[in-house]
C-alpha cells in the first residue's frame, strides 16, 4: 500500500538514506545540503512510503499558490529506489496531486532531474507528468563531455592550454575559498550578477561534503589566476564556480584548468559546465556556451514542467 505523507526533521535519516538508494538523486538532495538554506522556503517535502518503508522523496517547497521542486536547487522532482516502478510511479503522482491540492496549491513547478545525472533509468516521473497533462514551461541548456566516448578539443583550444602549460602553470587544490570567492564575486559583478552562494554557506557546505565540493586554483607567483569549484557526484563531475583574473585570461589559467580537471576525472562517465541560458531558457550566451562546445562539450536539457493541479 503506497502513502504519501509531509517530510519532518525527524525524517532526515530516512529521507538521506533513500536518496541515496534513489535512481536520480544526489547529495544535493541530501537534507544536509537542502536545509542549509531552510529559511527562505516554506518546505512542503514529501515522504513516499509502502508499507511504512520509505521508497521515495519528493522535495518541495510552497511559494504562494505554487508547488516548486525545489526552488533552492537546480533540479530534483520524485527521487525514486528502484522498489517504485512505472504503474506505481503513476499512483504516486496521483497522491502527490491530492495532497498539494488540500493545501489549496494550484500548480507544481517540476524540475527534472537531467538524465546524465541518472545512476539507473528514471524518467517514470516524466511519463507520468504526461498522462496528467503538464506542460513544458521552460527548458534550460547545459553543456556536458561525455568523457568515456570520443570526444576532442578545438585547435584554438589545444594551442591555449599548451601555451599555459610552457609557461609552468600548475593546477591545485585549495582550501581558500575566500580569495576565490572574493574573485568570483568580482567577475559576475561585471555581470551584474552575483554567486548563489554566500561564502559562508559554501564555507557551510564544504564542511558538510569535503570530498564532494572542491576548489582546485591555478597561481604564478602566489597570484590567484583562475579556480574552480568542483561538485563531485561520483560518475558525473560538474563545474559550480569558474573564474579567472584579468591577467589569467591572459595566460589561459581558466583553459589550462579545465583541460587539467578533464583530465583528473577522465573515469568518470560525465563532465557538466552547467547551463549557458538566462531569462529563464528564452536566451542563450553564446560566447559563454561556445566556450564550453570548444572543449568537446554538447547539450543536454534541464527542462521544468508545469502541473496544473
Known sequence: ?????????????????????????????????????????????????????????????????????????????????????????????????????????????YKAVPHVFHRYPADEDLYALHRLGAQLQRRDISSVIALREPFRFTEERKRAVSKARRLGLRAQVSSELAEFHDLLTEVLHKHDATPTHRLDELQLLRSRFPEQIVLYEVRHEGELLAGAVVYDFGRVVHTQYLAASDEGRRLNALNFLLAELIDVYGDRHYFSFGISTEQEGTSINSGLISQKEYFGARGVVHDFYEWRL
Do not use: C
Open 1 to 109: 500500500m503506497l502513502a504519501v505523507r509531509p517530510y519532518s526533521p525527524a525524517d532526515a535519516a530516512a529521507w538521506d538514506a533513500v536518496v541515496e538508494r534513489s535512481r536520480s538523486g544526489n547529495w544535493l538532495h541530501r537534507r544536509d545540503y537542502m536545509d542549509y538554506h531552510a529559511d527562505r522556503f516554506v518546505d512542503r517535502s514529501l515522504l513516499i512510503e509502502r508499507d511504512g518503508e520509505p521508497v521515495a522523496v519528493f522535495p518541495a517547497n510552497l511559494k504562494g499558490n505554487t508547488v516548486v521542486s525545489h526552488g533552492g536547487l537546480t533540479y530534483a522532482g520524485l527521487l525514486s529506489t528502484p522498489a517504485l516502478r512505472a504503474e506505481s510511479t503513476l499512483a504516486v503522482f496521483e497522491q502527490i496531486g491530492a495532497f498539494y491540492r488540500a493545501l489549496a496549491a494550484e500548480r507544481v513547478i
